[in-house]
């Protein structure tokens, strides 16, 4: 079974803070997207990346994957409150490529 | 048009009803999901159709059943639910392929009385 961990489970930041939020896997992933996701709200889709290695920049986001393929890592330089979400990677199973294998999840929190 | 369509929006239902979730999508995407999400948890993946066909069923209870009627189209079919499937059931599209990029729904919040 393919897993993914998210860290930290739960983040809550004053406004203007920097935060990392990590996706880790035992599994090598052929690629690994990020969503965000609003209370009451679908998973909408932040980023895919799909090369060890890769880094890639979105505003004040920055995703990175892991040069093994089995982890990445979302970074937000001066958080906002409008960062306020659930943060989900999800990447596709190995074994079903018809399957999206979703993270724990991290809720991040930012007060302004 | 990069949207996914759900309907209703909320639903409240009895044990005993029988009511349908419907999903829709014109970005030619050949595979469509249902998703269930309790509250402060990560979807669960329920079915994927895949051109139109169940490809994965994840173990999931008879009084779920789903249709793809045809390539825009998903409903899941709910009859004789418990307490316990208050959710939100979210549906997704994407292309089959390796990097599976999906678009989600609104959701449907689903409450069983």
């Known amino acids: 079974t393919q897993l993914l961990e998210q860290s930290p489970q739960f983040l809550s930041i004053q406004e203007g803070e920097n935060l990392t939020v990590y996706c880790n896997s035992s599994?090598?992933?052929?690629?690994l997207q990020w969503y965000r996701q609003e209370p009451g709200e679908g998973p909408v889709l932040l980023v895919t990346?799909?090369?060890?290695?890769e880094v890639k920049k979105l505003k004040r986001l920055t995703f990175q994957f892991g040069d093994a393929r089995k982890d990445s890592s979302l970074h937000i330089t001066a958080a906002q409150p409008g960062d306020t979400g659930l943060y989900l990677c999800?990447?596709?199973?190995?074994?079903?490529?018809?399957?999206?294998?979703f993270g724990t999840g991290t809720r991040l929190q930012v007060f302004p | 048009d990069t949207e996914v369509t759900q309907t209703p929006k909320h639903l409240v239902m009895g044990m005993t009803n029988k009511k349908s979730l419907k999903c829709e999508q014109h970005?030619?995407?050949?595979?469509m999901y249902w998703y269930k999400q309790k509250a402060k948890k990560p979807p669960e993946l329920m079915f994927v159709y895949s051109y139109e066909k169940l490809s994965i069923n994840e173990s999931v209870p008879s009084r779920f059943s789903p249709e793809c009627p045809n390539s825009s189209l998903l409903n899941l079919h709910l009859h004789a639910l418990q307490p316990e499937d208050s959710a939100l059931y979210l549906c997704?599209?994407?292309?089959?392929?390796?990097?599976?990029?999906?678009?989600f729904g609104q959701g449907t919040r689903l409450t069983v009385v």
């Open positions: 997704a599209s994407s292309q089959p392929a390796l990097n599976t990029e999906a678009f």
């Open positions: 999800a990447g596709g199973s190995s074994y079903n490529t018809d399957k999206l294998i």
């Open positions: 970005m030619g995407h050949r595979a």
């Open positions: 599994s090598v992933f052929s690629s």
């Open positions: 990346v799909v090369t060890g290695g």
